[in-house]
């Protein structure tokens, strides 16, 4: 595993600022295999845990499911979470997090759109927000995360993923904070970068686990409880 | 700012605080702030840019500039506009959400006549909002 801390080059407003209003398209074969089955399947229960999305809002509501949405990465911001460890490390407070997010009944969910938080979230809260996960899931219920690979850089831009049909998705690049001056301000950074091993590792609870790998320096992988 | 043009509209201004049950029969602003129950059935609420309402909601159309901690039950479309930060559930048969609003929960779309006419209703509100970026 690969770690980062902190940019190599200090965030400049202005173009975070215009980066947040460009819209690039990928394909996503991860994507593909979850609109087959959405499209086939009716009344799923799906929790999609990027930035408040009208388009996926949108797009899965269209198709008669229910969407379920929460901003994970912009919840694990709360400055009440810090904490340090027995050994005096900074640390988030996994428990208390997961006293406040995720709460809902074990096995609820058909579908989770875990996107690219693994790569930007602390540390210290990815192990038990994937625990949590497989909670929720029902038994063959599926999750779709990102992970860049190892050529990705510290200010690799974080992305929030709008699905616009079939295996296509937009990309718009985020920043955090609710408000609007927050918007404008810092883009989350990469944290790290999982190697194969440690993602298999990451989701071993799972029963099956399939990796995609995109042009864009990241690797789609689709997984089954 | 949007306040619904109807003829009889009942408005809760910045400075005022509400804490119980609030029932009606006409369309009700409210721009300050609303703590309990809100009932309007057959009638819209609106929660101005500066409300903040704490409240589970049961309207016909509900729009939300301000912020809501609480479920939106709308008989017939719930709408968050860009500044809406918004946390509950939404159960309704059309939902509008613009690009910039901030929303934590689950979202029911309920047929109106069966599933298509959901999908085509939720549809064209979405269009006409012109939400989703360049994706339409």
């Known amino acids: ?225 | 700012m949007d306040t619904p043009k109807t003829a009889e509209l009942a408005h809760i201004g910045r400075s005022v605080t509400v804490k119980g049950e609030l029932s009606g029969s006409e369309d009700l602003f409210i721009d300050g702030q609303v703590e309990g129950t809100i009932e309007l059935r057959g009638n819209n609420l609106t929660i101005g840019p500066h409300g903040f309402v704490k409240a589970h909601v049961n309207a016909k159309d509900v729009v939300v500039q301000g912020k809501l901690e609480g479920n939106i039950q709308a008989s017939q479309r719930a709408q968050l506009q860009k500044s809406a930060v918004a946390m509950g559930d939404i159960v309704t048969k059309r939902v509008a959400i613009e690009e910039g609003a901030f929303f934590k929960g689950k979202i029911d779309v309920q047929a109106e006549g069966g599933k298509g006419d959901a999908a085509e209703h939720t549809k064209s509100e979405m269009k006409s909002r012109g939400v989703g970026g360049s994706s339409e």
């Open chain 1, 1 to 225: 595993m690969k770690l980062f801390r902190g940019s190599s080059v200090a965030s400049d407003h202005g173009t975070a600022t215009a980066q947040a209003r460009a819209r690039l398209t990928r394909r996503s074969s991860g994507v593909a295999e979850l609109t087959k089955m959405l499209a086939t399947e009716s009344t799923l229960c799906v929790l999609d845990l990027g930035s408040t999305s009208a388009a996926n809002i949108r797009y899965l509501t269209e198709l008669g499911h229910r969407i379920y949405s929460e901003d994970l990465l912009e919840a694990s911001a709360d400055p009440a979470l810090a904490m340090k460890n027995s050994e005096g490390t900074p640390v988030l407070d996994d428990k208390r997090f997961l006293s406040e997010n995720l709460i809902h009944p074990s096995g609820q969910f058909d579908m989770v759109f875990f996107w690219n938080l693994a790569d930007y979230m602390d540390e210290s809260l990815v192990k038990p927000v994937i625990g949590r996960l497989w909670s929720l899931l029902k038994p063959g219920g599926v999750l779709l995360a990102f992970f860049h690979t190892r050529e990705a850089g510290p200010d690799a831009p974080c992305y929030r993923y709008h699905i616009v049909g079939g295996d296509m998705l937009e990309m718009q690049h985020i920043q955090t904070g609710r408000d609007a001056s927050a918007r404008s301000g810092s883009s989350p950074h990469l944290q790290r970068v999982f190697n194969n091993r440690h993602i298999e590792n990451l989701f071993r609870d799972f029963s099956s686990i399939k990796f995609f790998l995109a042009r864009d320096n990241v690797r789609e992988v689709l997984v089954v409880r």
